[in-house]
């Protein structure tokens, strides 16, 4: 079983930046691709970003394309999403994944995530 782990989260005001990290030890978390999700208030759960095991293929959604950078550490078996120029409507529970799966590339959709972690609760203030 492999333990999936957030922190980082907080209360910030619009235009601040945030970085979550995720730490899942073990040596399977490191040739999986993994990925953040989040999920506001009476929203459904939404793929934010994602990065193949190696680090070199990442995916962003539109609402977070060119201000979030996904990276990843498998040294440290850690996880990063730098939250840049944030804004309200970035807020909710943040849950880090990842995908039993050491294809090329990863995917936003998370019905292919198999681990996961409680998630870590991110406010922007305006």
């Known amino acids: 079983q492999v333990q999936v782990e957030e922190s980082g989260g907080g209360l910030v005001q619009a235009g601040e930046s945030l970085r979550l990290s995720c730490t899942a030890p073990?040596?399977?978390?490191?040739?999986?691709?993994a990925g953040w999700f989040r999920q506001a208030p009476g929203n459904q759960r939404e793929g934010v970003s994602c990065?193949?095991?190696?680090?070199?293929?990442?995916e962003y959604s539109d609402s977070v394309k060119g201000r979030f950078t996904i990276s990843r550490d498998n040294a440290q078996d850690t996880l990063y999403l730098q939250m840049d120029s944030l804004k309200p409507e970035d807020t909710g529970t943040y849950y880090c994944?990842?995908?039993?799966?050491?294809?090329?590339?990863?995917?936003?959709?998370?019905?292919?995530?198999?681990?996961w972690g409680k998630g870590t609760l991110v406010t922007i203030s305006s």
């Open positions: 994944a990842a995908a039993a799966s050491n294809g090329l590339g990863c995917d936003l959709d998370d019905s292919y995530m198999d681990y």
């Open positions: 073990g040596p399977a978390f490191r040739d999986w691709w």
């Open positions: 990065i193949n095991w190696s680090g070199t293929v990442a």
